[in-house]
Structures are given as structure tokens and as C-alpha cells.
């Protein structure tokens, strides 16, 4: 999957928490988040956090997609509460191989 397809995909699918999503899918729309993010932030922090706003729904479904990938379920993302380990672990699944 491309740069533009994951991103499409992600937008088309973003409450949809159903299914699953392969790793390039995404790695590729969590990379475009943070350059998106990143820039916002230069320009405006206001506009960042609107924008992150906008980006939450989408990043939870494709995060879910990812996690029923791998033979897990999207609960798993309440992990992110934990502070740092929360996230360590949820950064471990969502980089392993599919259970396919």
C-alpha cells in the first residue's frame, strides 16, 4: 500500500472499526500525522490542535484495524491511559506480523 492509498483509506474508514488494516497502512498515516502536525504546529498551535481534533477518530480506527491484525482487540488501545509503558507496548503490537 502507497503513501496516498493509506492515507485515502484511512479517511474513507475513519470511524469504521471493523476489519483489519496492514502494517504500510498504518505506519504511512501515522507518519503523515505527525509531518502534518509537526508543520501545523510551526504555524499555529491553535491550528495543531484543531486539526489533531480531527485526526483522533481516524487514528483510533486504523490503530483498532491494526490490532485485529494481529489477533488482538481494540480495547488494547485503552493501554495509551498508562503514561509511557502504555504506549511502548501498544508501539510492540502494532509493529508485529500479521496472524494470518
Known amino acids: 500500500m502507497t503513501f496516498a492509498e493509506s492515507i485515502r483509506t484511512c479517511f474513507s474508514k475513519y470511524v469504521d472499526f471493523n476489519g483489519v488494516a496492514s502494517r504500510p497502512e498504518f505506519w504511512w498515516f501515522f507518519l503523515f500525522a505527525f509531518i502534518v502536525l509537526l508543520a501545523?504546529?510551526?504555524v499555529s498551535e491553535t491550528l495543531a490542535n484543531?486539526?489533531?481534533l480531527g485526526f483522533l477518530l481516524p487514528?483510533?480506527?486504523v490503530g483498532a484495524r491494526r490490532l485485529h491484525d494481529i489477533g488482538k482487540s481494540g480495547w488494547w488501545q485503552l493501554?495509551?491511559?498508562l503514561p509511557l509503558i502504555g504506549l511502548i507496548v501498544l508501539i510492540v503490537f502494532w509493529a508485529q506480523p500479521p496472524k494470518r
Do not use: G
Request: glycine content about 0%; aromatic content about 8%; cysteine-free.
Open 40 to 42: 501545523l504546529n510551526l
Open 50 to 52: 484543531i486539526v489533531s
Open 59 to 61: 487514528q483510533f480506527a
Open 79 to 81: 493501554l495509551l491511559l
